[in-house]
């Protein structure tokens, strides 16, 4: 039987929504082990000017602790 742990975490990008979602996973599995998906809970976008600057996402990581 494996046991499961959620983590909240926000990840930013200036290209993209996806390119944030990438580095944010990416970031996590340098630090958790087992990582096996995440639940993107909310988007936001940073405007400077009139242009978007950055884009932000919030998610859920969850990963099987280790036995």
Same mark, same amino acid.
């Given at each position: 039987m494996s046991v499961a742990r959620v983590t909240e975490l926000t990840a930013a990008s200036p290209t993209s929504f +996806? +390119? &944030? *979602? %990438? =580095? !944010? *996973?990416? #970031? &996590?599995? %340098? =630090?958790?082990?087992? @990582? #096996? !998906? &995440?639940? *993107?809970? $909310?988007?936001? @976008? @940073? @405007? &400077? !000017? $009139?242009t978007v600057s950055e884009y932000r996402v919030h998610m859920k990581v969850t990963f099987v602790l280790d036995d």
């Open positions: +996806d +390119d &944030a *979602i %990438k =580095t !944010g *996973i990416s #970031r &996590a599995v %340098k =630090t958790l082990h087992n @990582v #096996r !998906g &995440a639940w *993107i809970q $909310d988007q936001e @976008v @940073v @405007v &400077a !000017g $009139d």
